[in-house]
């Protein structure tokens, strides 16, 4: 079973910064990678597949990075709205999938 | 308007059974594979099963492999989760996801709720 750890658990960031967020896989799965947005009460959202593509209607202040084992989202300047719960997930073994445990993005 | 709704959530004793339904529109389901995912409270999110668009292929987490069931019916447009020998641990939200053609989860129901308490 492929692992997925994110870091770090929890970011504190003030509106108008940068976000760095990480995943490592514990072994590779190429450009298979998604990053999932959560917010309370709210399903997931995809905003990055293929490690670096944007979803339909995701703004170009998101972006992915990487392959193999280490992978990165930045935002650029977060917005009110973008503080929210943030997963990735590979999809480099089908038919089984993995999340990470998560990192919260909080306002500072 | 593509749409996901899950249905057929509930509280259901230790041991127990119950049945999950997905019901998707907007699209043309056959084309596509589907998951279930779940979220237990105040957790993250969890994979528990996957199945490709004609059911032939199947996945399903360690932790449900043997009790839980995945399957489709596409000309109902329709997914599905049997739940079986259900633990306390398998109390969540379940979501039904729609995979894309690269394997992400493009599209999201909100989800139904199974309790398993006595």
């Known amino acids: 079973e492929i692992v997925m750890t994110q870091s770090p658990a929890t970011l504190s960031v003030s509106p108008g910064e940068r976000a760095t967020l990480s995943c490592r896989a514990s072994?590779?799965?190429?450009?298979?990678l998604a990053w999932y947005q959560q917010k309370p009460g709210q399903a997931p959202r995809l905003l990055i597949y293929?490690?670096?593509t944007r979803a339909t209607g995701i703004p170009a202040r998101f972006s992915g990075s990487g392959s193999g084992t280490e992978f990165t989202l930045t935002i650029s300047s977060l917005q009110s709205e973008d503080f929210a719960v943030y997963y990735c997930?590979?999809?480099?073994?089908?038919?089984?999938?993995?999340f990470g445990q998560g990192t919260k993005v909080e306002i500072k | 308007e593509v749409q996901l709704v899950e249905s057929g959530g509930g509280v259901v004793r230790p041991g127990g059974s119950l049945r999950l339904s997905c019901a998707a529109s907007?699209?043309?389901?056959?084309?596509?594979?589907m998951s279930w995912v779940r979220q237990a409270p105040g957790k993250g999110l969890e994979w528990v099963s996957g199945?490709?668009?004609?059911?032939?292929?199947?996945g399903y987490a360690d932790s449900v492999k043997g009790r839980f069931t995945i399957s489709r019916d596409n000309a109902k447009n329709s997914l599905y989760l049997q739940m079986n020998s259900l633990r306390a641990e398998d109390t969540a939200l379940y979501y039904c996801?729609?995979?894309?053609?690269?394997?992400?989860?493009?599209?999201w129901g909100q989800g139904t709720m199974v309790t398993v308490s006595s």
């Open positions: 293929g490690a670096s």
């Open positions: 072994q590779s799965v190429s450009s298979n």
């Open positions: 199945i490709n668009w004609n059911g032939g292929s199947t």
């Open positions: 907007g699209f043309t389901f056959d084309d596509y594979g």
């Open positions: 996801a729609r995979c894309d053609d690269r394997g992400a989860f493009d599209i």
């Open positions: 997930q590979q999809y480099n073994n089908w038919p089984t999938w993995t």
